[in-house]
């Protein structure tokens, strides 16, 4: 790639969009832990070589729930240099405004990101287990018809993720995905495995989504280890990605 972080070829093709998801190159990008200042430093390089002032920025605080909530430009700063200010109680964010950045932060888990270019208005969430199967999917799809996007015109894209190879789930969880995702879940030697990929494609296809408006990407950060921090591979010590989608006009 070009770039030194990861693009899709999608969302590319449309100059009035800068995206981006950062990898391991650009160091940790979630206050969870570590020094503060430093981590908005790293925040504020990748920001830049995407093409986005960190001050443009957004963040949710991520919960590991599916709640998804519309954002303005008034809101832009909140969550981008301190986790205090970031938008409580959501995964994911939807905005028509030009000059906001929506961003989130992850490691295996999936960044989805949207965009409709008819209405011009852009999302993103991060799409853990949890998330997903409590409907994350479908709120995005909800979020974005609620600022005016028509469900044909959407494009999805979803960033690199655990692979069901790796995924190895408790036997509570691979319970909830077999009941309602039976095609996703696997059993191999008596351990229950979840393709979280074959989830999301699952819910775009009930949520009458065409295969034509979703890029995934096949990037796993475990697989790909060199390339993105993985919670599963190195636990608290990860360096956790960042992806941003925002419309220009900064
Ligand atoms: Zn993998």
Not at 31 to 44: L, P, S, V
Not at 221 to 232: L, M, V
Request: glycine residues 10%; hydrophobic residues 40%; charged residues 25%.
């Amino acid at each position: 790639m070009e770039e030194r972080f990861f693009k899709f070829d999608v969302l590319s093709k449309f100059p009035e969009v800068i995206h981006g998801i950062s990898s391991r190159n650009y160091r940790n990008m979630s206050f969870y832990r570590g020094d503060q200042e430093k981590i908005a430093k790293n925040r504020e390089y990748f920001l830049n070589e995407v093409g986005i002032s960190i001050n443009n920025i957004v963040v949710p605080e991520i919960v590991h729930g599916s709640k998804i909530v519309v954002v303005k430009k008034a809101d832009i700063g909140r969550g981008a240099k301190s986790a205090e200010t970031d938008i409580k109680g959501v995964d994911g964010l939807v905005t028509k405004d030009a000059g906001v950045g929506l961003m989130a932060t992850v490691a295996d888990c999936f960044a989805i990101l949207s965009y409709d270019p008819v209405c011009r208005a852009v999302g993103l969430t991060h799409a853990g287990w949890r998330g997903i199967e409590g409907g994350v999917v479908a709120n995005l799809i909800e979020a974005m018809e609620s600022i005016g996007c028509q469900k044909d015109n959407i494009l999805f894209s979803v960033g690199p993720g655990i692979c069901q190879k790796h995924f190895v789930v408790r036997n509570d969880v691979l319970d909830k995905f077999l009941r309602r995702y039976p095609q996703a879940t696997f059993v191999r030697n008596k351990d229950g495995y979840v393709d979280l990929r074959k989830a999301i494609l699952s819910d775009f296809k009930d949520n009458h989504i065409s295969s034509h408006n979703i890029e995934i990407s096949t990037i796993c950060p475990a697989c790909q280890n060199g390339i993105f921090g993985s919670y599963r591979m190195e636990g608290d010590r990860v360096p956790t990605s960042a992806a941003v989608i925002g419309l220009k006009n900064f």
